[in-house]
């Protein structure tokens, strides 16, 4: 059924022991794609890049790579090439010889060795290496190494396990551009496991975010982002405010939401949310203003107050407690304020927000949390 | 201060209140050099006096010679005895020991890499706690009896021969034991014998650093090869091995001086042709040369010698 898939899983259930991790997942990753997956520790990645790399097979349903079923077929003759999650280069060979390790495997000329080691190691940027052990290279350089390795033989999709994990923070930004060029540039279908979300949404076409073995929900960054499809996944992915309350009303598009003592908020609507019903509201902290007037039809008007102002650089952090006692975040960028935020402390003030930017999230009715 | 104040405030405590151990502690704290000499120290006079200093005896005696009609040992400084050591039947000796070591040190290692690797690789905690056993057990009771118990294994008479002859393979121990150099009047008294117990009780030697050599490649670097391409056989070959070698180098640096030296095996199961270590026996007792015996002993030091700047210009130890 897939012809334009470069990796398909169907159901793909891997059981260890005791431990399910994974559960019954399907992903459709298309040709030259940047996949992310995302998730905490735990949640099944590596085991998903396992089983599709043939390290692991899977307990129930099955991988496809380029719409062929990969039943039990071995690692070596599979099209895709793996970056480790600790790089895993080879230690008693030089960077040289690591990365002509895969061409040396399919018996390619010598020749034709030195020159595609050679284009590889320029891609990463790391000519006139060749010599060295991995032991003498830097974190940042052993990174590079490997993913030479793995695309010098041009794989039909490259598998990468947090190929960034072990790098500072500058470096790593800077190594997430090159990568995402790089990726660009050659067109190889890139799999990529981070647990770091704004990673996976500065790098990736799509983004599958799971949590214990399941897939909550693929998408763009933005989708992921903007209409985040469960409450795990708006709290995962960015900063959110998360308000409980009871939906007491819904009118066609707009359901509105009681939090204690008649405060109401409105929500666009979403499937299944009924009158009654215990909702989590969502908003992002950018989303939110301060107003010194109610704002105009559409959105939402809630009044807070400041118990601490933090400042981070290219924005400030405002911390507001409703009176129900929910803390809320306020993020503003530090551009001219109509007020110095700094006076604000301990001030009542007025937030709004438009109402397509909150979410609303049903609470697990007791039923529903027996099965689950 | 008051009474009540918390024994735990630091802080508060001068100095002068401090429990002595306290103190010592802080005193050696800040002079990490003493505490090094304080460890150090009784080890390394320990290998200095006892072990350096007869080596050094060792060598010194090899240079004092034997008065040929006194019997009486010339404490004057001479190459006269390494003289007495370059002749025909014992360097002839010497060959023979060496070549037996390398035989024994070759197969050992070919014997214990497949035992190694499944203890490394696949054997659960407990399997493998069940072979390191079965690996150290032999070593629990005496060399002695267990070359002796070869002896009885291997002789004419022995059990071992009885099962030969069950599995009608008598003809083929025959034409084994009519071979020149390795054969013999039966394998108890034959090289053929003597290389199956060197063999014996040497593996245990090898296994354990190969076993622990294996154990630490770490299994990603295997998935690697295999992600590169490599089949089962190529992972082995180009990466397994490798770096198994320092191992490899380990046990074979104790199986072949252990044959170097050893006695027991070769004055229990060989025959009239000595090996070093007997040379040495016979001349530390009965010839009582003991200048010549010395010099005998510095060989095999020279050749573990020759092996090791060997095996390490191989490029041996560079994956340690
Ligand atoms: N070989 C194994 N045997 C038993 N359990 C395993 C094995 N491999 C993984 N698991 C379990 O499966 C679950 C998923 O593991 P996985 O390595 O895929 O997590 P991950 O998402 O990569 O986490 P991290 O971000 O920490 O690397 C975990 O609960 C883990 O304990
Ligand atoms: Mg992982």
Redesign the pocket.
Request: glycine share 26%.
């Given at each position: 059924m897939s012809g334009g898939n470069a990796v398909e899983l169907s159901g793909v259930t891997k059981i260890?022991?005791e431990?399910t991790?994974l559960d019954n997942i399907s992903l459709e990753i298309g040709d030259g794609e940047f996949f992310s997956l995302l998730?905490?520790?735990?949640?099944?990645?590596?085991?998903?890049l396992r089983l599709i790399a043939g390290f692991e097979m899977p307990t129930a349903g099955e991988v496809l790579i380029g719409g062929r079923a990969m039943g039990h077929i071995p690692p070596y003759q599979r099209p895709v090439n793996t970056v480790f999650?600790n790089y895993a280069l080879f230690p008693h060979m030089t960077v040289h010889e690591n990365v002509a390790f895969g061409l040396e495997m399919q018996h390619i000329s010598r020749q034709d060795i030195r020159q595609q080691v050679g284009e590889a190691l320029e891609m990463v940027r790391l000519p006139g290496m060749e010599k060295r052990r991995p032991k003498q290279l830097s974190g940042g350089q052993q990174q590079r190494v490997a993913l030479a390795r793995a695309l010098v033989n041009r794989p039909k999709v490259l598998l990468l396990d947090?190929p960034l994990g072990a790098l500072d923070l500058k470096l790593r930004k800077a190594m997430q551009l090159e990568l995402k060029m790089l990726q660009d540039k050659v067109g190889i279908t890139f799999i990529y496991?981070t647990?770091d979300q704004e990673e996976a949404l500065t790098m990736s076409d799509r983004i599958a975010v799971m949590d214990h073995?399941l897939v909550l929900q693929v998408g763009t960054p933005h989708e992921i982002y903007e209409r985040p499809a469960t409450r795990f996944v708006a709290d995962f992915i960015g900063e959110t405010n998360l308000i409980p309350g009871e939906i007491v009303a819904i009118n066609r598009e707009v359901a509105e939401v009681e939090l204690a003592r008649g405060i109401r908020l409105k929500a666009p609507m979403v499937p299944g949310a009924t009158v009654g019903r215990s909702v989590t509201l969502a908003v992002r902290p950018e989303r939110i203003s301060l107003a010194a007037a109610p704002g105009p039809e559409g959105m939402n008007l809630i009044e807070a107050s400041v118990f601490e102002v933090v400042y981070n650089g290219a924005t400030t952090s405002i911390l507001l407690r409703l009176e129900s006692g929910i803390v809320l975040t306020v993020r503003q960028p530090n551009i001219a304020f109509a007020v110095e935020p700094s006076d604000l402390r301990e001030q009542r003030v007025r937030l709004v927000w438009p109402i397509e930017a909150s979410s609303l999230f049903m609470e697990k009715t007791p039923v529903e949390q027996g099965k689950a | 201060m008051s009474p009540t104040r918390p024994a735990r405030d630091r802080d508060s405590q001068g100095p002068e209140e401090r429990p002595v151990l306290l103190r010592i502690a802080s005193f050696l704290y800040l002079r990490p050099s003493l505490v090094l000499a304080l460890l150090l120290g009784p080890p390394l006079v320990w290998m200095i006096v006892v072990y350096l200093g007869s080596l050094v005896f060792l060598l010194i005696q090899s240079f004092f010679s034997l008065d040929p009609f006194t019997g009486q040992v010339i404490r004057v400084l001479t190459l006269a005895t390494y003289k007495d050591l370059w002749t025909p039947a014992n360097l002839d000796i010497f060959f023979r020991t060496a070549t037996m070591a390398a035989v024994v040190t070759v197969t050992t290692a070919v014997l214990a890499f497949p035992l190694a690797y499944f203890m490394a690789r696949y054997a659960s905690t407990r399997l493998k706690t069940v072979l390191y056993l079965a690996v150290l057990l032999p070593l629990w009771s005496s060399y002695l009896v267990r070359v002796y118990a070869w002896r009885l294994i291997l002789a004419k008479e022995g059990i071992l021969n009885w099962f030969i002859q069950q599995l009608d393979l008598t003809r083929v121990l025959d034409l084994l034991l009519r071979a020149p150099v390795i054969g013999g009047p039966s394998l108890s008294v034959s090289f053929l014998g003597m290389f199956i117990v060197f063999v014996y009780v040497w593996l245990p030697y090898m296994i354990l650093p190969v076993q622990a050599a294996l154990e630490r490649v770490p299994r990603s670097l295997l998935e690697a090869s295999g992600d590169l391409g490599a089949r089962p056989g190529q992972t082995l070959r180009h990466v397994t091995l490798p770096l198994a070698f320092p191992g490899v180098i380990a046990g074979s640096i104790f199986t072949f001086s252990l044959t170097l030296g050893d006695f027991v095996v070769p004055y229990s199961l060989g025959n009239s042709s000595f090996f070093i270590g007997q040379a040495v026996l016979s001349l530390t007792g009965t010839a009582f040369n003991i200048p010549l015996a010395a010099a005998f002993t510095v060989v095999p030091m020279g050749i573990m010698a020759f092996y090791l700047v060997g095996a390490r210009t191989l490029g041996a130890f560079d994956a340690l």
């Open positions: 260890f022991g431990v991790a998730g905490p520790s735990g949640c099944g990645k590596t085991t998903s999650q947090e496991v647990h073995g | -």
